[in-house]
């Protein structure tokens, strides 16, 4: 029993440091974001459909309530992946980690709506500090500048995977995590197909191909699958606790490949966000 739970741990954290390179290989490929999560999904769909044909997992979906429920969770994973890709390529790793990194608070705040509890005191109060941390990594309230929409970016992709976190959690954790991942691939390859008839100059370029691929495969096909099958053997507060390394990953990442050194208030508000999400991690814990 141990062991077993020592091998889920293992898998969660592989997943985190996996999802973690998102940052850094978003940032550096030149392609369109859309453009790039269609490429993405397909070398993704690809090494999870051969994975799934190996194990001989069965790719019937039971009815027509979870194939609603895979096509609408594939759509907000699609949003979330473009507007987090547009984030990094506005400001950079550090602010677009950042600032993705409220949908766990932006989670418990939405939890209520799908599951019918009530809203906390303490959850309003960590908002704001989420808030606060949220205008630290802002640099000046202007819209012309490129770093706040970043941030603003950032935030609409975090409430895109706060949702689709919550509708694969509540509607699709019976199905096996590789063939989830497999049909919200296929879903955003659907929806983003009209995208690879746009610009497509930076094709000739070997390096974006080979971070694409290292992004399919690392990130999504490995990374994104073990943290989705993370649901079953863990709490969500659990995963949530654990994922909030992925940003502090994700700027070592940055430091180390792209030289880019976070500002001090940069610093400052992302701890102030990552230790609102581990407080309210920790007292949903508590509550279960």
């Known amino acids: ?30 392609f369109t974001p859309e453009i790039t999560i269609w490429w993405r999904c397909l070398f993704a769909a690809i090494l999870i459909g ?11 979906i039971s009815n027509r309530k979870d194939g609603f429920s895979l096509l609408l ?17 506005l400001s950079n790793v550090a602010i677009g980690m950042l600032s993705l990194f409220t949908y766990p608070v932006i989670t418990a705040l939405l939890e209520p709506v799908f599951f019918k509890t009530k809203l ?10 989420v808030l606060i941390g949220i205008y630290l990594l802002t640099p000046e309230l202007n819209f012309e500048n490129s770093d706040t929409k970043g941030v603003i970016m950032g935030i609409i992709s975090a409430v895109f995977y706060a949702l689709r976190n919550i509708i694969t ?54 990374g994104h699958t073990l943290f989705v099958n993370s649901f079953k053997n863990f709490k969500i507060s659990a995963v949530s606790i654990m994922s909030s390394m992925s940003p502090i990953y994700g700027i070592l ?13 940069t610093f400052i508000g992302g701890a102030l966000i990552l230790t609102t999400v581990i407080i309210e991690s920790i007292q949903t814990k508590k509550q279960l």
């Open 73 to 89: 969770s594939g759509f907000l994973l699609g949003a979330h992946w473009v507007t987090y890709f547009y984030a990094l390529h």
């Open 120 to 129: 906390s005191k303490n959850q309003l109060i960590l908002s704001g500090l």
């Open 253 to 265: 990442f940055g430091i180390l490949f792209l030289s880019e050194i976070p500002s001090l208030s």
């Open 169 to 222: 959690k509540r509607n699709l954790s019976h199905y096996n995590a590789s063939k989830v991942m497999f049909y919200q691939m296929i879903v955003i390859i659907s929806l983003l197909f009209p995208v690879l008839f746009e610009d497509n100059s930076h094709y000739a370029d070997i390096n974006n191909w080979g971070r694409l691929l290292t992004l399919a495969l690392v990130t999504t096909a490995i």
């Open 1 to 30: 029993m141990k062991n077993q739970h020592f091998k889920n741990l293992l898998e969660l954290n592989i997943a985190v440091v996996f999802i973690s390179t998102s940052g850094v290989l978003g940032r550096s490929i030149s």
């Open 50 to 60: 051969l994975f799934c044909r190996y194990k001989k997992y069965d790719f019937k």
